[in-house]
Structures are given as structure tokens and as C-alpha cells.
């Protein structure tokens, strides 16, 4: 079933329609929330007031307009609004990067599994430390693949601004991977 016919249906009152929608985007939305607020119990309790704000605000979805983007946007206010009301009190901590979920991978080796995910550990490790403004590019043209156009509608910053910004933080990102691994990604 596509976007439009899930929506529509949802906003008919179809229980199955939503808990298909839920499905669909909980891990994408789980992840938002946790490069946001860097910790996992916090992204948790999050998720589900994000889909509660999805739930009310279904009817301000544009007909045609893509989902995904729509639901990221709720997503990353949903989040600065509680990273504003957590100002005062800092956080429990940051979000294990140790724990990334991993995916069974069919034929790879032991050892091939073993180097890629030292690989992606250090990466997250590398992302955690960039500027939170950088972090949010990252986490929103690579890890949730949107387009710039959509991530320059979602931020409200002009396209420029948004590929400026976008090279900016992936070269913070390639300086923080060297700077926790020095001699990553030289053939040796």
C-alpha cells in the first residue's frame, strides 16, 4: 500500500492503517530522536509522543507530499522542543554508539563482520562528536537518505546554505573519524 492510501486511511480511523504507519517509520523516528537527545530511554519515551503529534496533526499532511519528510520535521521539532525544556537539567547520558542495532548480513565472513562493525561503531563514535548543527545534516542526508531539497524545506534554510552546510559536516565528520582513529581508511 502506498503513502497517499495510508494516510487516507488513517485519517478515516483505520486501526490497522495505523499501526502499519507506526511500523513503517518507528525506527527511522526512533533514530531521529536519539541523535537528538543522546540517550536511548529519552528517544524511547520521545518516539511515542513524536506518533501522538503524527496521530493529531495527520490532516496537515498535504495531499501528495511525501511522508517521510513531513514526519521528520515533526520529528526534529517534537525533539528541539524537549531538548529546550531539558536546558536546566542535563541528561542521563549519552546514547551507547556501542549499541547500534545490527543487521544479519547473509555470506560476509566472521572477520568481514567483525572490521565493519568496528567500522560503524567508529563512525557513530565520530558523529556524536560533531557540532550539533552538523550532526543533523549528517543524520539527515546520510543516515535518513533525504534529498537536500527536503532538508532545506525541513531546516528553512535556503538550498545554498543547506549543500554549504552539508559539505561542512561531512568534512568535520572525516576529521573526527581520523581524529578517534588515526590511521583509518590508509591501506597499509
Given at each position: 500500500?502506498?503513502?497517499?492510501e495510508?494516510?487516507?486511511?488513517?485519517?478515516?480511523?483505520d486501526?490497522?492503517?495505523w499501526?502499519a504507519?507506526?511500523?513503517?517509520?518507528?525506527?527511522?523516528?526512533?533514530?531521529?530522536?536519539?541523535?537528538?537527545?543522546?540517550?536511548?530511554g529519552?528517544?524511547?519515551?520521545?518516539?511515542?509522543?513524536?506518533?501522538?503529534?503524527?496521530?493529531?496533526?495527520l490532516?496537515?499532511?498535504?495531499?501528495?507530499?511525501?511522508?517521510?519528510?513531513?514526519?521528520?520535521q515533526?520529528?526534529?521539532?517534537?525533539c528541539?522542543?524537549?531538548?529546550?525544556?531539558?536546558?536546566?537539567?542535563?541528561l542521563?547520558g549519552?546514547?551507547?554508539?556501542?549499541?547500534?542495532?545490527?543487521?544479519?548480513?547473509?555470506?560476509?565472513?566472521p572477520?568481514?563482520?567483525?572490521?565493519?562493525?568496528?567500522?560503524?561503531?567508529?563512525?557513530?563514535?565520530?558523529i556524536?562528536?560533531?557540532?550539533?548543527?552538523?550532526?543533523?545534516?549528517?543524520?539527515?542526508?546520510?543516515?535518513?537518505?533525504?534529498?537536500?531539497?527536503?532538508?532545506?524545506?525541513?531546516?528553512?534554510?535556503?538550498?545554498?546554505?543547506?549543500?554549504?552546510?552539508?559539505?561542512?559536516?561531512?568534512?568535520?565528520?572525516?576529521?573526527?573519524?581520523?581524529?578517534?582513529?588515526?590511521?583509518?581508511?590508509?591501506?597499509?
Open positions: 500500500m502506498d503513502h497517499l495510508l494516510i487516507a486511511r488513517c485519517r478515516r480511523g486501526d490497522l492503517a499501526e504507519l507506526v511500523k513503517a517509520y518507528q525506527g527511522r523516528i526512533f533514530a531521529v530522536a536519539v541523535h537528538y537527545l543522546r540517550d536511548r529519552e528517544a524511547e519515551d520521545m518516539a511515542q509522543e513524536i506518533f501522538v503529534r503524527v496521530f493529531h496533526h490532516d496537515t499532511l498535504a495531499d501528495g507530499r511525501p511522508i517521510l519528510p513531513w514526519l521528520l515533526i520529528a526534529r521539532n517534537a528541539v522542543d524537549r531538548l529546550r525544556r531539558l536546558k536546566a537539567r542535563p542521563r549519552a546514547a551507547p554508539t556501542d549499541e547500534t542495532p545490527e543487521i544479519p548480513a547473509l555470506g560476509p565472513s572477520e568481514e563482520d567483525a572490521i565493519a562493525g568496528a567500522r560503524e561503531r567508529l563512525l557513530y563514535r565520530a556524536g562528536t560533531l557540532a550539533e548543527h552538523h550532526r543533523e545534516m549528517i543524520v539527515l542526508k546520510e543516515i535518513q537518505s533525504l534529498e537536500l531539497e527536503e532538508i532545506s524545506q525541513l531546516l528553512g534554510l535556503p538550498i545554498g546554505t543547506t549543500k554549504s552546510r552539508a559539505h561542512r559536516a561531512r568534512l568535520e565528520l572525516a576529521r573526527a573519524v581520523c581524529a578517534l582513529e588515526p590511521g583509518f581508511g590508509v591501506a597499509g
